[in-house]
Structure formats: C-alpha cells, structure tokens
C-alpha cells in the first residue's frame, strides 16, 4: 500500500455520507473564515477615521501680536481641525467635552486654554510663554484610539508651531530687511562723515599751521610791544617837558608876533603918509607955478628916493604874516604839546596793557599751537575712524541678507519647517490591513492546519496493520491534510484578493510560498499529532501561541523581550511572515530564499518525525489500544 492510496483512503473516508462532506468543507474554510473577515474588517481603519466622534473647544480670549493685531489663534486652530474632516469633529464646551469623554460619547477631546494666543504670540513681545494644548483620553472607550489622539494633538501641536514659526521668521527676515535699509542709511553718513572728516583734517593742518604762525607771531609781537612798552615809560615826563618848552616857544613867537605886527602897522601907517605927503607936494608944486613936466620929475625923484622905504615895507609886511605865521604854529605846536603830554600817560598805559596783552596773546597762542597739535591728532584718527567706519558699514551691509518676499516667505517657512521627509517606500502595503495580512495569512494557515487533525487521523491503522513501511504511511498520513490544506490557502487567496482587495505584488510567487507554508505547517501539525496523539493538538495549540508572541507579526519582531528572541528564530512562522511580505509587496528576493529553506526543512523535519512515530505505532500497547486521553 503506497502513499498516494493511504491518503486517497482517508480523503474518501471524510468525504463519504453528507455530514463528513459538510465537515471537510468548513475545515477547508476555517482559514478563509479567521483571515479574510478579520482583513476585511480591518482593510483600512484610518480611511474611517472620520466615522470617529472627537470633540474641540477653545476658550481662547485671543491676544495682540507684536504689530498691535488682535489674533485668536485658538479659534484658527479649532476652525482648521473642523474643516480637517479628519475626525467627527464636535465643537462644544470644556464640560460637555470631558463628560463625553468619560462617557463614551467622544473617543477624544482637544481644548484650547484662555491664554493661549496670548502665551503662544508673547515671543513677538519678548515676553516667552509656552502654549498649552489639552488632551483628554479615556483608554476605558478604546486605547488605540487615545494613541491615535496624541499623534493628533502632537500634529496640531508641530502644525501650530510651523505656523507661529513661519510668521515669526517672516518678521525677522523682514526686520533683516529693516536693519538693511537703515545700515545703508548709515553707510552713506558715514561716507559723508568720512568726506567731511577728511576735509577737517584738511582744515585742521591748515589751522594748525596757522596756529603754529600765530604763536610764532604773537611771540614776536610780545616782544616787541614790551621794548616798545619800555621804551615809551619816560614818555608822559618827556612830553610834558615837551608841552612846557613848547609853550614857552609859543609864548615867545607871540611877542615876536606883536612886536612885527606893531612895526608893519608902523611901516603901513608910514606909507600911508609918504603917500599924503606925495599928494601934497603935487598940490603944492601945482599951486607954484611949476609945469607938469616938473612936477612929474620932482615927484619921480621923490619916489626914486621912497623905493627903499617901499621895499622895507614890503619886507616888514612879509615878515610881519611869516612871524605870524610862526606864531600861530608854535601855537598849535605847543597846544598839540600839550595834548600829547595829556594824552601820553594814557599811550603808555595803553601800550602797557597791549604788551601785557601781548604776553596774553603769545601764551594763549602757546596753548592754541599745543591744543592744535591734539587736534591734528584726533582729527587724523576721527578720518581714520570714519574711513574705517564706512569700508565697515559697506563690507557688513553686503552680509545682511535682504531677501524679496517670494524669498523671505520661502525661507520663513523652511526656519519653521527645516526638515522635509521624502518618503522612498521600497515597498508598501498601502492600507493597514495589507500591512497585517502576511502575519493573518500566516496565523490562517497554522490554524487551518490545526483544525485538519481534529477530523483526520495523522496515521492510517488499516496501513500500520498492513504493514506497510513507516514512510509511506507517514506520508500518506500527511499527504491527506496537505490536499486540504492547499485548498485552504487557494480559496483563502481568492478571498482575500479578490473579495476583501488585498493587492498582491507576485500573485504566483505570493499563491506558491502559499502552498509551501501550508505544506509546511500541516507537516509539523502532523508530526504532533502522529508522536503525541491527543497531547500532539495541546501542543500545536501551545505552539500557535508561542509564534503569536514570538514572530513579530504586528510590530517589528525586534521590539519583542530579549528572551523571546530564541522562538523568533527557531519557529517557522517567523519565516513565513517574512516571506508573505516580500512577495505581497515587492516580490522575491535573495532574501526569501532563507525563509523557503527553513519551511522545507520543518516540511522534511515534520515528515521525518511522523515516520518515526508510525515506526513507533507498529508495536501495539495497551497505552495506544485504551488511551488515557481521546480528543
């Protein structure tokens, strides 16, 4: 008796009468019954999140911003979650929110304090607050959906920062652009200082040179008002003495004076009568009888003998107007004597106090040298300065960045938001329950295995009895599970491809590794059966929840505790999962090799070990006629 009959003869054993028909059926369907509904229900819950009741409230007073505009970025907030569609949104108060909370009505609520848009706009003011967002769970309602409320709020909260961030970055840069704006201001004063420095400089070398001129003169001009002061001291004593001779001078002319104007008043009046007298003697020598002839010639003679008279008195007249003269001047010269004399003391003391003004003046002049030297000093490092001053303003107002606004926006947001996720999936499951379908698939197909042996008997007695070799009976043992266990996972593919609409990268590869995890699986399930009998289903059951923990179907099997990690390795589920990933989302790879080699050796290790245990069963024992336990 081969193989292939054994396992024929059991199949026609289950499928003879209705009821075993019925039963075989639902073995066949089990796997299709525990996948593809638990797929289906969660294909893709995070698609329905909007079916999930959460509420909002804000008791936001609102707050100015640093421009002097009132904000309520509470109510922006709340207004934006609302439009979201993300959740049922319900806007209601703080009560209603955690009554509904507690009881169930609301799986999440999210509260807005008073301060907020006052603690969240006081950085602009200098003044730093940090804003609160409240989150109130109820893990009695459903913890996965509290979970699912803190990366919300997490969101809300980095969304509400990017935004505050990116307008606060806009201020700044565009204060950037203020600060450009005034710094170029200031580099054309400080270019226009510079300019006007370097012409100080300028006049302020002439000045000094000047100041240099004006101590080296005032020096001189001291020196010669005090010899022009000593000098002049004598001069009141000298000038008076000058006044007094003067005078005497004056005096003596006007004698002079009177006495010439006394003898040209004595010559005219002689004139005067010598001219009388001619008169006379004309009548007189008339009346005698004399011609004219003889008159003429007595008086020609007569003023022949007068012209020294004449000319005496033209030279005492003369004399007379130049004695005059001179005593008139020697008049004047002693009053003009005198007013010097009078006016001596104050020359003097006029002369004195311009020389001590003089010494003044050249130690004033002294200073102003010494104080323009300072200047020169200072006015050469103010030109410097300012020099400097310029070349930095130019050299910093090139650093300061004066971005246009499509730019400055730009950039406020990337302060706000510096980092971006490009997201390069190698591969993807897409939905929540394609990314849980290599692990249900997996359980499915144990399962189905499992269920198999509560109907077929691991090994055939009429075999055994027959004696046919512990191989064949093994295999045909096993190859009648098998049959159904591959009709398990092919209906439980078309299921949950085409009913539930799981896509399937590798649809042969993904239906063949399939076949080899059922093949596999059957073969352990088997071999527990056929070695242990009614304690071998205890202990697939044992297994089954050993890889639930163990095989990292849901979380990456990394997170499982330490001790754990020798189960992830040593059972094949483990495997299989892997497997069902590669080929459901990217295909085959070097990879899965590995995972097809471990399931063969569970398939050659299942087989080997039902060999065994259908050796064992050829010797009969009162413990295998009367078990003492029959499931």
């Known amino acids: 008796m081969n193989a292939f009959r054994i396992a024929g003869n059991e199949l026609r054993r289950l499928s003879t009468g209705t009821l075993p028909k019925l039963a075989m059926f639902a073995l066949v369907m089990v796997p299709l019954l525990y ?6 229900a969660n294909y893709d819950p995070y698609g329905r999140l909007d079916k999930l009741p959460a509420a909002v409230f804000t008791e936001d007073a609102g707050a100015k911003d640093s421009s002097g505009a009132v904000r309520n970025v509470g109510r922006e907030v709340t207004d934006e979650l609302v439009k979201s569609g993300t959740f049922q949104w319900h806007q209601v108060s703080e009560k209603d929110a955690r009554d509904g909370v507690r009881d169930d009505k609301y799986s999440f609520a999210i509260g807005i304090p008073h301060d907020f848009s006052k603690a969240l706009l006081s950085s602009g003011n200098f003044e730093p607050q940090q804003a609160t967002i409240t989150l109130t769970t109820n893990d009695a309602n459903n913890y996965l959906a509290g979970t699912i409320a803190k990366q919300v709020a997490d969101q809300v909260r980095k969304t509400i920062a990017e935004k505050v961030g990116s307008e606060a970055a806009d201020k700044f840069l565009v204060g950037f652009s203020t600060i450009y704006g005034k710094i170029s201001e200031a580099t054309d004063g400080a270019t226009k200082l510079a300019d006007g420095a370097a012409k100080l400089q300028t006049g302020q070398h002439q000045l000094a040179d000047g100041a240099s001129q004006l101590a080296s003169g005032s020096a001189s001009l001291a020196t010669g008002l005090g010899t022009l002061k000593s000098s002049t001291a004598q001069l009141p004593s000298q000038t008076q003495k000058l006044a007094d001779g003067a005078g005497q001078v004056a005096d003596g002319n006007q004698k002079i004076a009177d006495a010439a104007s006394a003898a040209a008043s004595a010559s005219g009046d002689l004139q005067g009568r010598l001219d009388s007298y001619r008169a006379q003697l004309n009548t007189q020598l008339h009346d005698a009888g004399l011609s004219d002839s003889q008159v003429n010639d007595i008086l020609s003679r007569l003023d022949q003998l007068r012209t020294p008279v004449n000319d005496a008195n033209g030279k005492i007249q003369s004399a007379n107007g130049d004695v005059q003269k001179l005593a008139s001047g020697a008049r004047q010269v002693s009053d003009g004597a005198h007013q010097l004399a009078s006016a001596s003391p104050q020359l003097a003391n006029g002369i004195a106090q311009a020389s001590d003004g003089a010494n003044q003046l050249r130690d004033g002049s002294a200073k102003l040298n010494d104080g323009e030297k300072t200047a020169v000093t200072g006015t050469d490092q103010l030109a410097d300065g300012s020099a400097k001053l310029r070349d930095g303003l130019a050299a910093g107002l090139k650093q300061i ?26 591969a993807s499951a897409g939905t929540y329950g394609a990314g849980l379908a290599p692990f249900f698939i997996s359980l499915a197909t144990w399962i189905g295995a499992f269920v198999l042996f509560l109907l077929i008997r691991p090994l055939s007695t009429r075999a055994l009895t027959a004696g046919a070799s512990p191989l064949r009976v093994a295999l045909g043992g096993w190859m009648s599970s098998a049959v159904l266990g591959l009709g398990q996972v092919i209906v439980l593919f078309a299921a949950v491809t085409w009913l539930v609409g799981i896509h399937v990268a590798h649809p042969l590869g993904a239906i063949g590794f399939a076949c080899l995890v059922s093949l596999a699986f059957t073969s352990i399930v088997h071999a527990l059966n056929a070695l242990f009998g009614a304690v071998g289903k205890f202990l697939g059951l044992v297994l089954l929840v050993l890889q639930l923990v163990s095989a990292g179907g849901t979380f990456p099997w990394q997170t499982i505790p330490d001790a754990l990690y020798p189960l992830h390795i040593v059972l094949p589920m483990g495997y299989a999962i892997d497997g069902f990933r590669h080929l459901l989302y990217t295909g085959a790879s070097m990879q899965i090799l ?19 245990a259908a050796r064992k069963h050829r010797v009969w024992s009162v413990s295998a006629l009367k078990p003492e336990l029959s499931l």
């Open 35 to 40: 996948a593809s509904f638990y797929l289906y």
């Open 401 to 426: 960045p004066n971005p246009d606004d499509p730019t400055r926006t730009a950039t406020a947001n990337t302060i706000a938001d510096p980092v971006a996720v490009t997201s390069n999936g190698v």
């Open 594 to 612: 590995g995972d097809i080699g471990v399931l063969v050796a569970y398939l050659v290790g299942g087989i080997l070990l039902s060999t065994l």
